[in-house]
């Protein structure tokens, strides 16, 4: 989605004659369904001017393409301005450009990381405008089928129209990336050497043909985490790191490094679904392995790492993938401070105590964090899903202080999954009765969300969308009873009034179900998706999540007598009934919005409840 879409002439036109920040919020009310925020307006109030005043050259084509607040697919982020047209040889070229207000910056150690203030907020730790103009051009390029196809060559710049040269932003431990996206300053001269820029690669102008050509385009298949694993180990760029990923992975290296047996480090990290927790872990990982630090991969929840262990079978030796990663419960007896760094992906998952019976060790968080030097610990606090989750990033900062670890806590924001839809986390979170948003109804534009009228449509649907890659999945809440478990010729999940019957996730596919060939005909549950990503989800709604009277209700009683997740909650109940309720009512809340935010690219849906089917579809818009 471009917000803005012109020619030079006609945006010239429109700074001059009208508001050009009206016109843009104009164009944002209409493409997004949402008012502008008042910051943003400010920033094109100010930014855009100076982009008039660049492109009002007469040796710039009139003609060329003019792109304001560009979506880059599959991600909530947006590029601030991009010029298209053609070079002296004929090749299509798109000029992206970073626009920032900044006046003034500071260095820091970290790669490509620089303070500034952001927004006009107190000034914070982040990405180098030149970096983060790469960074956007590296996904644009991985992910719009209308670049790669027609050999369209993007070139990434950073214009700082208020920042006279000092050292500092242009300093040489920027280089790297300068190089990549060239910096622009202020002054008669940077102004120049912009509009030079641009002419080089945008000599003739299309109409913005290019621009209509790209907001058009096929968006391309998304990489998978655990499908680039290999390559990740090998070396290669797999995933380039943006914004809040950059600065959460740069913070991290920082404080693995200096971190020693007298100074401990705990860095919390915390991050909705898709948001790319597994990616900066994975990353850290494989940059600690190759720096030669003793580190692992930690998860509580198998379904992870068996994926990823899966993807490297034959690729490394068994004993080094074994190394690598391991379970929440296994540091009981290690040594203090043995590791450099754990990496604890997931931890709200995280028990209290450990082994088959949860009787062995004293709590999981204390070990973890006493077994490394450093514990980057990644968590989201709304997918705790079972009464024996500890997680909690409260819990986690208690425990840090109580070993005298050093707490650095920062948050992940860029959204990857749900289509890159930010709105989507919104309207869900609104929907089920998690957090008050202003997201009432869902544009089903932003993301390819549907509501079945059947569970045999449903997962006719999901299996026809996973013939193509094997990477579409159905999932439900644990309403049924693994009745297959004991005898292999019945069916666990049965709704006769529709003629559907499937079995769970059975056991010869083990943690490895997402990814198992056959496993398409049968139904995951929470615990063999949580960590993992599809291209398309199917949900199935049990009885446990109900409409009355215009609210979701929960009704933990309508869950299988099997389900491990809240066993325990009546004897609970007894004791202490209004904090058990409330626990309860969010475990079975935070299970259907972490199912419904496995898909890349589509959440299907169909409820048990008739009531919810209803409330479902009075909160969709179209």
């Known amino acids: 989605m471009i917000v803005y879409q012109a020619t030079k002439s006609q945006f010239l036109e429109d700074a001059d004659k009208r508001a050009i920040e009206h016109v843009i919020a104009s164009e944002y009310l209409k493409k997004t369904n949402r008012y502008a925020p008042d910051a943003e307006i400010r920033a094109w109030r100010a ?341 024996s989750d500890i997680g909690h990033s409260r819990e986690l900062e208690r425990w840090a202080g109580a070993l005298g670890a050093e707490v650095t806590h920062l948050q992940l924001a860029s959204q990857f999954r749900c289509g890159g839809s930010d709105g989507y986390l919104a309207w869900l979170d609104n929907m089920l009765g998690i957090r008050e948003t202003a997201n009432d109804h869902l544009d089903r534009e932003l993301f390819d969300f549907r509501l079945l009228d059947s569970p045999t449509e449903l997962h006719a649907l999901i299996a026809d969308r996973n013939a193509s890659n094997n990477k579409s999945r159905m999932v439900a809440g644990y309403c049924w009873d693994w009745t297959s478990k004991a005898n292999a010729d019945a069916y666990d999940i049965v709704i006769p009034e529709f003629g559907y019957q499937k079995r769970w996730n059975l056991d010869r596919d083990g943690s490895l179900w997402i990814m198992a060939r056959h496993s398409i005909e049968e139904v995951g549950c929470i615990h063999t998706c949580q960590g993992l990503e599809l291209d398309y989800v199917g949900v199935i709604i049990g009885p446990d999540l109900q409409a009355r009277d215009g609210q979701l209700v929960t009704s933990p009683e309508k869950r299988s007598r099997m389900d491990r997740s809240i066993r325990g909650y009546k004897a609970l109940m007894k004791t202490d009934p209004e904090t058990t309720r409330a626990r309860v009512d969010r475990i079975i809340r935070n299970t259907y919005r972490t199912l419904m935010t496995r898909g890349l690219k589509g959440c299907y849906v169909w409820c048990a409840d008739a009531g919810t089917r209803q409330y479902f579809a009075d909160h969709l818009k179209g």
């Open 47 to 387: 930014s855009l001017g100076q982009m008039a005043d660049v492109l009002a050259d007469p040796d710039l084509a009139d003609d060329m393409g003019v792109g304001i607040e560009f979506g880059i697919p599959q991600t909530s982020k947006r590029v601030d301005f991009i010029l298209s047209g053609r070079s002296d040889d004929g090749r299509p070229h798109v000029v992206i450009i970073e626009l920032k207000q900044w006046s003034e910056s500071r260095l820091t150690d970290k790669d490509g990381i620089v303070i500034a203030r952001r927004g006009g907020r107190a000034e914070t730790e982040g990405p180098h405008p030149s970096y983060q103009a790469w960074s956007y051009a590296a996904l644009l390029e991985g992910f719009n089928e209308a670049v790669y196809e027609h050999g369209v060559a993007l070139r990434p710049c950073a214009y700082l129209h208020n920042y006279f040269p000092d050292g500092v932003i242009d300093h040489p431990r920027y280089a790297p990336y300068i190089d990549k996206a060239p910096l622009f300053l202020r002054g008669l001269t940077e102004r120049q050497r912009l509009r030079d820029f641009i002419r080089q690669h945008v000599r003739h102008g299309d109409n913005a043909e290019l621009l209509y050509r790209i907001d058009e385009g096929r968006i391309r298949p998304s990489k998978m985490l655990a499908d680039s694993l290999v390559e990740m180990l090998k070396g290669n760029r797999e995933f380039v790191l943006i914004d809040d990923q950059k600065l959460v992975y740069e913070t991290a290296i920082a404080r693995i490094c200096s971190a020693s047996t007298e100074r401990k480090h705990v860095l919390i990290v915390q991050g909705g679904p898709g948001t790319g927790k597994s990616v900066v872990a994975i990353n850290l990982i494989v940059e600690l392995s190759r720096r030669g630090l003793l580190s692992k991969y930690v998860s509580k929840n198998a379904a992870p790492r068996a994926v990823y262990q899966e993807r490297l079978r034959g690729h490394r030796r068994q004993v080094e993938i074994s190394a690598m990663f391991g379970g929440s419960g296994g540091f009981i007896e290690t040594t203090a401070n043995t590791f450099d760094a754990l990496i604890v992906d997931e931890a709200h998952r995280l028990n209290e105590k450990s082994g088959l019976y949860a009787n062995l060790g004293e709590n999981q968080i204390k070990e973890l964090i006493a077994a490394a030097r450093c514990a980057v610990m990644f968590v989201d606090d709304d997918q705790i899903v079972t009464l």
